[in-house]
C-alpha cells in the first residue's frame, strides 16, 4: 500500500492510470491489502480465478473479481472512465456538473450523474462527526429565488439550518448543514442535536427559535444580527455555498439538496488536506456494506 496515488495534477493521474488493468491493479492492493479470505466461507486458500483481477476460494469454489461487492460493481461505464470521473469530481475545488463530467469522460449523462451521486453518498458519510467548541448557528432558505422576499418564507424554497465552528480570531473550523423542515424551535433544536455536541457553546442571532431554545436551557450566546457581523464567517459560507451552487450546478431539486450540502460540507471541512481525498473516497467504495451471498452470487460469478 506504499505506491497510493496522492494529489490533483491531472497529467500524473492520467500517466499513473492508462488503461483498465491500471486501476484493477489500484483496487486489487487495496482490496486485499489484508490477503485473501473467502467473503462466503473465510476460507483463506486459494486457486485461480477467472482473470488476474478475480480470486477464487479453494473451499466453496467462489469466485470473486476485484470490483465484487463494492459501489464500483455494475457500473454502466468502463472502471478507467470511473477513475477519471472519480478524480475530475473531487480534484477541482468546486466540483463539476454531471454534464461537464459526462463530456470531458465520455458517458451518457446520466451515468455520470448516478456516479456522482455514489461519490456524494460516499462524502456523506465522512461529514457526520459533531461540532465542537464555539458554534455559529444560523439559517437560511436554498432555491426559488423570487425577487422582494429575502425572508423566512418557505413556499419555494427549502429550509437550512448551519453551524460552523468559530476558533477565535477569525479561523473556522469544520461545518455542517443541514435541510430542516421548518425554522420552529423544535425543528431548530432537533437539528442543532444532530450537528453539534452537547458541549458546545453556540453563537446565534436574536431569531426567536433560538431565544425559545436558550429559555430551554441551552447555553446559547445571542447577538444581534447587525447585517451579518455577528455571525460574519458563517454568513459568508452560506453565500458562498449558494455561489457554489448557482455557479457550478446552476440549480438543484430540492429532492437532492442535502446531497449538495454534504458535498459543500465535505470539500469545505477538507479545504487544506486535498491530496488525500481521492484515496478517501476509494476506500469508501471498496468498503461499501456487506452484500448476502445471493446477492454476490448473482451479480458476480
Ligand atoms: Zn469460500
Known amino acids: 500500500m ?3 496515488f496522492y494529489g490533483i495534477n491531472a497529467i500524473e493521474f492520467g500517466k499513473r492510470f492508462r488503461c483498465q488493468a491500471d486501476c484493477q491493479a489500484y483496487l486489487y492492493a487495496i482490496k486485499w491489502k489484508n490477503g485473501y479470505a473467502c ?9 485461480k480465478g477467472r482473470t488476474s483481477f478475480h480470486r477464487r476460494c479453494k473451499d466453496c469454489r467462489y469466485d470473486e473479481s476485484v470490483l465484487c461487492n463494492t459501489l464500483f460493481e455494475g457500473m454502466r461505464m468502463s472502471i478507467l ?17 454531471s ?16 456516479f456522482k451521486l455514489k461519490i456524494k453518498n460516499a462524502m456523506v458519510q465522512q461529514s457526520q462527526k459533531k461540532l465542537e467548541g464555539s458554534v455559529q448557528v444560523d439559517e437560511t432558505l436554498v432555491g426559488g429565488y423570487s425577487k422582494g422576499n429575502p425572508g423566512r418564507s418557505l413556499e419555494t424554497k427549502s429550509a437550512v439550518l448551519l453551524a460552523l465552528e468559530d476558533l477565535g480570531d477569525g479561523k473556522t473550523g469544520n461545518i455542517r448543514m443541514e435541510v430542516i423542515e421548518d425554522f420552529s424551535a423544535d425543528i431548530i433544536k432537533i ?12 453563537k446565534t442571532d436574536k431569531f426567536k427559535s433560538y431565544l425559545k431554545i436558550k429559555k430551554d ?38 429532492q437532492y439538496l442535502q446531497t449538495y450540502l454534504d458535498e459543500y460540507n465535505f470539500r469545505f471541512n477538507r479545504r487544506n488536506n486535498r491530496a488525500s481525498i481521492f484515496n ?21 460469478v
Open 2 to 4: 506504499d505506491d497510493l
Open 39 to 47: 467473503k462466503f466461507c473465510g476460507c483463506r486458500d486459494e486457486i
Open 81 to 97: 472512465k470511473a477513475f477519471h470521473l472519480l478524480f475530475r469530481t473531487i480534484s477541482k475545488k468546486k466540483g463539476m456538473s
Open 99 to 114: 454534464v461537464e463530467l459526462a463530456t470531458e469522460v465520455g458517458v451518457q449523462q446520466k451515468t455520470a450523474w448516478k
Open 191 to 202: 437539528g442543532i442535536e444532530n450537528m453539534i455536541a452537547e458541549t458546545a457553546t453556540l
Open 217 to 254: 436551557g441551552k447555553d446559547i450566546e445571542t447577538g444581534l444580527s447587525n447585517k451579518g457581523a455577528f455571525l460574519d464567517q458563517l454568513h459568508k459560507q452560506i453565500m458562498c455555498f449558494k455561489n457554489w451552487l448557482r455557479g457550478t450546478h446552476h440549480s438543484c431539486s430540492a
Open 280 to 300: 478517501s473516497i476509494i476506500f469508501r467504495f471498496m468498503n461499501a456494506v456487506p452484500k448476502t451471498y445471493a446477492d454476490l452470487k448473482a451479480k458476480c
